[in-house]
């Protein structure tokens, strides 16, 4: 069976960073493109960052843009998500998708297209 396994969440305070890992077992990421989605309590999940199978083409939401990075290292099968700058509104379930090669990141972070998901992995942003 396919996974992807979400590992890095935890408690941090407001203003400090974490870095997200997605590591794939039993496939190769390479030919995938790769997302990162958060849904927090009583909201609908949203698309916080994708990035594109070769690493060429990457989308963020507005909420995040300048605080986030997505970056995947092929041989070590993993996309991380670095998050900086952490404020209380970033406090969600982080989960990372994997979509075939031919799937846009506008699509994949939008219209939340995948084929593969993880269980994710708890953020929560407090003092």
């Known amino acids: 069976q396919l996974q992807l396994v979400e590992s890095g969440g935890g408690l941090v305070q407001p203003g400090g960073s974490l870095r997200l890992s997605c590591a794939a077992s039993?496939?190769?990421?390479?030919?995938?493109?790769v997302g990162w989605f958060r849904q927090a309590p009583g909201k609908e999940r949203e698309g916080v960052s994708c990035?594109?199978?070769?690493?060429?083409?990457?989308n963020y939401a507005d909420s995040v843009k300048g605080r986030f990075t997505i970056s995947r290292d092929n041989d070590k099968n993993t996309v991380y998500l670095q998050m900086n700058s952490l404020k209380p509104e970033d406090t969600a379930i982080y989960y990372c998708?994997?979509?075939?090669?031919?799937?846009?990141?506008?699509?994949?972070?939008?219209?939340?297209?995948?084929?593969?998901w993880g269980q994710g992995t708890q953020v929560t942003v407090s003092s």
């Open positions: 990035i594109s199978a070769s690493g060429g083409s990457t």
């Open positions: 039993r496939f190769t990421l390479n030919y995938y493109a």
């Open positions: 998708a994997a979509a075939h090669l031919m799937t846009t990141v506008q699509a994949m972070c939008v219209n939340h297209q995948a084929d593969y």
